[in-house]
């Protein structure tokens, strides 16, 4: 049995902010040291303090660990999309002409588009999907080629999301999923769909929003629906914008689910998702591999093995709902 612990707001002080975003200032490449590794990363997201606490430290704390030190030994160059798909081709230019050893993304969009635009450099694929499913490598064991990682997809995850919800609401009949389809696509989600609303005893209908001009409309149809609860899929889009999407889901009084914990402060329910922080310290271990002289393609793609439940009774409270002891007893945060 997972023990609960409180989780506390994270603190908005000025001083914290401006500290963590030092990381992740987007300065200009500094001349090549001798001796000095150089690590590019490439992200979707957004360099908020939440994604650096989770994200940037746990891989700094890795790397440490087995001996590659920023400052003596290796430099690190991270660009940020900010949830922006269309700015990454200019910013994966910009870490491939500051002559860095390894490139580093993080979430499926990234990775697509290093592997078509980077033949020879290393890659480590973080956070991705079924690496294989989506063409990122040939092979879980020996991907080949210049590219390895360690993806936190999970199977079913997305149906037991929506299981936890209907646990919570028995009586329910209908739920929605939003996704940016500039990462998902929608087929393949519809697919899965179909053959889930049987044993969930819910109608699923798919929202699709690529950004916040979408919101309100999806909302919209969502609420007209009848809808009962909402999931939302994570992605950088999606996290970048969480602030408005929480506040859609608490204005219409919709329970949701979501892909992280750090959403909940946002207004969400409930999160069922691999641990990214866990994800990110074991990315430095391949990291260390490549600096050591292994190639990528010889390293086997790894697969997050650890899943974290999140519920915010704060946000059933407000919504006068009551979470059963069964789902309370297996949660890893809870947050009241």
């Not at 499926?108 to 490598?137: F, H, Y």
């Not at 990682?149 to 009949?173: E, M």
């Not at 999606?238 to 919709?254: F, Q, S």
């Not at 750090?262 to 207004?267: F, I, K, N």
Request: one cysteine or more.
């Amino acid at each position: 049995m997972a023990s609960n612990r409180l989780i506390i707001p994270l603190s908005r002080r000025a001083a914290i902010v401006a500290a963590l975003a030092a990381f992740a200032a987007p300065s200009a490449a500094q001349p090549r040291t001798a001796g000095k590794a150089r690590l590019g990363i490439l992200s979707a997201s957004t360099p908020d303090p939440i994604t650096l606490r989770t994200q940037i430290e746990p891989l700094r704390q890795g790397l440490r660990e087995l001996g590659h030190v920023e400052g003596r030994n290796l430099s690190i160059e991270m660009r940020w999309a900010e949830g922006k798909f269309d700015r990454l081709p200019a910013l994966l230019d910009e870490l491939l002409r500051s002559d860095i050893d390894i490139l580093m993304t993080t979430s499926p969009r990234p990775a697509l588009l290093a592997k078509e635009a980077v033949k020879t450099l290393p890659i480590v694929a973080v956070g991705v999907d079924d690496p294989v499913k989506s063409g990122l490598v040939t092979d879980h064991i020996r991907p080949g080629g210049n590219i390895t990682g360690i993806s936190a997809a999970f199977d079913g995850l997305l149906q037991k999301r929506l299981q936890l919800l209907k646990d919570i609401l028995p009586g329910a009949r209908r739920f929605a999923i939003v996704f940016n389809p500039n990462t998902v696509p929608r087929a393949e989600l519809a697919r899965s769909v179909a053959s889930w609303e049987p044993a969930l005893g819910v109608a699923l209908q798919i929202d699709a929003v690529r950004g916040p001009d979408d919101f309100e409309p999806a909302f919209a149809s969502i609420v007209g629906a009848g809808t009962n609860a909402v999931a939302l899929l994570a992605d950088p889009m999606i996290w970048t914008e969480r602030a408005k999407l929480g506040a859609l889901c608490m204005k219409h009084r919709l329970p949701s689910v979501w892909g992280g914990a750090a959403y909940l402060e946002s207004g969400g329910l409930l999160s069922y998702q691999g641990d990214w922080s866990a994800l990110f310290y074991r990315a430095a271990g391949f990291v260390d591999k490549i600096l050591k002289g292994t190639k990528p393609g010889d390293i086997p793609f790894e697969q997050g093995t650890k899943l974290e439940l999140a519920v915010n009774l704060k946000v059933a409270k407000t919504l006068g709902l009551t979470i059963p002891q069964s789902v309370l007893v297996s949660a890893d945060q809870v947050i009241e």
